[in-house]
């Protein structure tokens, strides 16, 4: 039997890959319901593309080099500086620095843009197919270890923090979140937005990392992990227990951060459809949509991420 190490021992190359898949997918279901009508019709007739694809970025991360990117923002490395767009932050630092450190921001600015014109070319099948991806890009952004150097506890002596925080919390306690955001709202400007949005996920992070100290310092060490049989493998992962400890400290953090996504997500579509001019959309499904159509497919850094 493989003994696998679930999240505890994530590669540079593998951090930060947002909330699991099932989060991913859940926050993009949520978002429909804030759509007002007409929209709230298009995206229900394509419920099942706009949830299936919300994991295509992350999936997308092990054949595109330059997706990594576009998932995170070390904020340490830009002095807690966030340009409010992408042309400024090539000025103020190296291009190689934004792709290591990260891009996230200004990609929901880039993938916003493609939206706006999918919209107002009445394309049914990349409105979907961004809409879901910008869900996933927005639902990053939420996760405070997606704003740090320190993104998965390995600073720190707290390895597998990332996967703890975003996909076990989630996964064990979500069925008492209560997750009702109220109607989507405009967003005036994206940028300001974004970079809103990444400023408060950072400013959580002292707390992610304080809390899982304490439940460290409460609990025996003997009765933090406990394995899972996947498949043919053994998985170690967080204790029930301690997960339970985290989640009870975090003090609705968790759940503060998906509603906030969720809304997030409704607004992003609601106001790149006004930007675009309520355009009628297609009373048909938009199926089989092809993945390589996508514009923001290029292996180019230029083109990666703007
Ligand atoms: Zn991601």
Redesign the pocket.
């Given at each position: 039997m493989k003994l696998l190490l679930f999240g505890l021992y994530l590669s540079a190359s593998m951090q930060a890959?947002?909330w699991g898949f099932w989060a991913h997918r859940y926050i993009n279901q949520q978002a429909i319901s804030t759509l007002p009508a007409p929209l709230i019709r298009f995206y229900k007739l394509n419920r099942h593309g706009v949830i299936s694809k919300a994991v295509l970025?992350?999936q997308r991360r092990y054949a595109v080099p330059e997706e990594g990117c576009r998932?995170y923002i070390d904020m340490e490395a830009y002095q807690h500086v966030v340009p409010l767009y992408f042309h400024e932050a090539k000025a103020m630092f190296s291009e190689d620095t934004l792709l290591v450190h990260g891009m996230l921001p200004w990609n929901i600015q880039f993938f916003y843009s493609q939206l706006i014109k999918a919209f107002e070319n009445k394309d049914a099948k990349n409105i979907i197919k961004i809409s879901a991806e910008i869900g996933?890009y927005i639902a990053?952004a939420h996760v405070p270890l997606h704003t740090t150097r320190n993104y998965n506890g390995q600073l720190t002596g707290q390895l597998g923090i990332h996967a703890l925080w975003e996909t076990r919390l989630p996964e064990l306690f979500y069925t008492r979140y209560f997750l009702y955001t109220g109607p989507a709202k405009r967003i005036d400007t994206i940028a300001s937005f974004a970079r809103s949005i990444v400023l408060s996920s950072h400013a959580l992070c002292p707390r992610v990392l304080e809390c899982d100290l304490m439940v460290k310092r409460k609990l025996p060490e003997n009765r933090w992990y406990e394995y899972q049989a996947k498949g043919t493998s053994m998985m170690r992962m967080y204790s029930y227990e301690y997960a339970r400890h985290y989640h009870v400290l975090l003090n609705g953090m968790v759940e503060q951060q998906m509603k906030l996504s969720i809304l997030a997500v409704g607004s992003i579509w609601y106001s790149a459809w006004l930007e675009a001019g309520k355009p009628a959309l297609p009373e048909t499904q938009a199926e089989n949509i092809e993945e390589e159509n996508h514009p923001n497919t290029h292996s180019t850094h230029e083109h990666s991420c703007h």
């Amino acid at each position: 039997m493989k003994l696998l190490l679930f999240g505890l021992y994530l590669s540079a190359s593998m951090q930060a890959f947002g909330w699991g898949f099932w989060a991913h997918r859940y926050i993009n279901q949520q978002a429909i319901s804030t759509l007002p009508a007409p929209l709230i019709r298009f995206y229900k007739l394509n419920r099942h593309g706009v949830i299936s694809k919300a994991v295509l970025p992350d999936q997308r991360r092990y054949a595109v080099p330059e997706e990594g990117c576009r998932h995170y923002i070390d904020m340490e490395a830009y002095q807690h500086v966030v340009p409010l767009y992408f042309h400024e932050a090539k000025a103020m630092f190296s291009e190689d620095t934004l792709l290591v450190h990260g891009m996230l921001p200004w990609n929901i600015q880039f993938f916003y843009s493609q939206l706006i014109k999918a919209f107002e070319n009445k394309d049914a099948k990349n409105i979907i197919k961004i809409s879901a991806e910008i869900g996933h890009y927005i639902a990053d952004a939420h996760v405070p270890l997606h704003t740090t150097r320190n993104y998965n506890g390995q600073l720190t002596g707290q390895l597998g923090i990332h996967a703890l925080w975003e996909t076990r919390l989630p996964e064990l306690f979500y069925t008492r979140y209560f997750l009702y955001t109220g109607p989507a709202k405009r967003i005036d400007t994206i940028a300001s937005f974004a970079r809103s949005i990444v400023l408060s996920s950072h400013a959580l992070c002292p707390r992610v990392l304080e809390c899982d100290l304490m439940v460290k310092r409460k609990l025996p060490e003997n009765r933090w992990y406990e394995y899972q049989a996947k498949g043919t493998s053994m998985m170690r992962m967080y204790s029930y227990e301690y997960a339970r400890h985290y989640h009870v400290l975090l003090n609705g953090m968790v759940e503060q951060q998906m509603k906030l996504s969720i809304l997030a997500v409704g607004s992003i579509w609601y106001s790149a459809w006004l930007e675009a001019g309520k355009p009628a959309l297609p009373e048909t499904q938009a199926e089989n949509i092809e993945e390589e159509n996508h514009p923001n497919t290029h292996s180019t850094h230029e083109h990666s991420c703007h």
